[in-house]
């Protein structure tokens, strides 16, 4: 079926029809001036496709701009809104700054006479705006006392900032496809001057919006300073303040696990869209030809997902498990998708060593088993597993990558105790229920 746009020489306009004829537009319909049905007419009976009558069409426009003067002509129209316009948050979205926000945040704490908190404790804690999270942990003291002890240490803190994997990508996408980028930020105005210029990413960013300390209060002016259409506005974001701000502004809300706030919380934050990264968001947008909310659970690509994973164990009989924020920061064991032509084995030593840095040996098929839609897991997805067991000689040289955001060993027999995902939790069960004689052999104490 023949797609045509209307193009009538706004920049919106000419972004969509230009995007539009790169994936499946037969002609643009252009005409000087879209309140002139007459001006569609003349091109509508010019378009070569349709000298035929009533061939099928669906006419994509901008906004509000209808062709009721040729709906005779045609039988079907379907108006559909694009996204133009995404609205980025900084940290945790962009940039990867938890180390530095978490470490300085515990000076405060303990200038304030309070304990500091695990990295666990301050994830599920930390909210925005961040009065509320200091209300609960330091009632009394002044927020700007807060803040200059906060700035203090912040700016004493080595702790490196980094664009996150994926960031710059999305971005150049961006700007590729003609979409319009900002950001909408608590950071500090010079923590972003720096920061940006140290990640490569100032060149590829729009207009920032900077030291928003509620983003509710700001996004209203962003909108209309910037004359965004709102249906074709998404604001992206890791926390739950993130997806409150897009709703406060009536826009989409996509959030993204690389950030501060687990799966649970952002869950119940309710987005259009959870994604594990910026890569995935710039997928959906691609795949879905820009419409919004992406229909990720009627997607075709939805077919089942075979997959290896497998619990690697050292000399030690000890088991390593890796935490993944799409997990909802469970532990569980390392793995990942097969790929077409890839041996099933194959793809698990593939992914063992990307993940973990590890070259395993003995490896063993322990079962496969389907795992359909698994709650644990930050979107519908069903995986068929091929679970294994191997394992590591000597001291091994753990390296972890972005996928995992902590690491450690467990001894076997005590891994049941641990907050495990569910096809971890079933696999140690079944290795350590099937006799030790399914065991890839320790070495002999020497
Ligand atoms: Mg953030």
Not at 268 to 297: F, N, R
């Amino acid at each position: 079926m023949p797609v045509f746009v209307f193009h009538h020489g706004s920049d919106s306009a000419r972004r969509i029809a230009e995007r539009s004829a790169a994936i499946d537009c037969a002609a643009i319909l252009t005409g000087q001036n879209p309140e002139h049905i007459s001006n569609l007419k003349v091109a509508w009976r010019a378009s070569p496709c349709l000298k035929e009558k009533n061939t099928p069409v669906i006419l994509v426009a901008v906004g509000s701009v209808v062709a009721e003067g040729c709906v005779r002509t045609v039988t079907a129209i379907t108006l559909r809104t694009v996204i133009q316009n995404v609205i980025l948050d900084w940290s945790g979205t962009l940039v990867d700054d938890l180390s530095a926000v978490w470490h300085a945040t515990n000076q405060v704490l303990r200038r304030a006479g309070r304990p500091p908190m695990s990295l666990e404790t301050f994830r599920s804690e930390f909210c925005l705006p961040f009065a509320r999270f200091y209300d609960r942990h330091v009632p009394g003291v002044p927020l700007r006392q807060l803040e200059a002890w906060f700035h203090e240490a912040f700016a004493e803190v080595q702790h490196p900032v980094e664009a996150l994997p994926h960031a710059r990508g999305f971005l150049e996408f961006c700007q590729r496809h003609g979409l319009r980028t900002f950001v909408l930020s608590t950071v500090k105005r010079e923590y972003f001057e720096r920061q940006s210029v140290q990640t490569g990413l100032a060149p590829l960013l729009g207009p920032a919006y900077l030291e928003a300390w509620d983003k509710r209060e700001w996004i209203g002016r962003l909108l209309s300073e910037q004359d965004l259409n709102p249906p074709e506005t998404i604001f992206v974001g890791d926390m739950q303040h993130d997806v409150e701000t897009a709703q406060h502004g009536g826009i989409g809300s996509c959030a993204v696990l690389t950030g501060y706030n687990t799966l649970d919380q952002l869950r119940m934050a309710g987005p259009d869209l959870i994604v594990e990264h910026l890569g995935e968001l710039q997928y959906w947008l691609e795949s879905e030809h820009w419409s919004w909310p992406p229909a990720v659970e009627k997607s075709k690509n939805q077919s089942p997902v075979v997959t290896v994973g497998a619990l690697i164990l050292n000399d030690r009989n000890e088991v390593l498990l890796v935490r993944t924020a799409k997990w909802s920061h469970r532990w569980g064991i390392p793995g990942g998708k097969v790929r077409t032509g890839e041996p099933s084995e194959a793809a698990l030593r593939r992914e063992l060593h990307e993940e973990t840095g590890l070259e395993v040996t003995d490896v063993q098929l322990v079962e496969v088993r389907d795992w359909i839609n698994p709650p644990e897991f930050y979107r519908p997805v069903h995986f068929v597993l091929f679970t294994y067991l191997c394992r590591v000689r000597g001291a091994p040289d753990v390296r972890i990558n972005h996928e995992s955001c902590a690491w450690r060993w467990v001894p076997l027999a005590d891994a049941l105790s641990v907050e495990l995902n569910e096809p971890t939790r079933r696999l140690v069960e079944r290795v350590l229920g099937s006799a030790s004689a399914r065991l890839p052999t320790a070495p002999a104490e020497s």
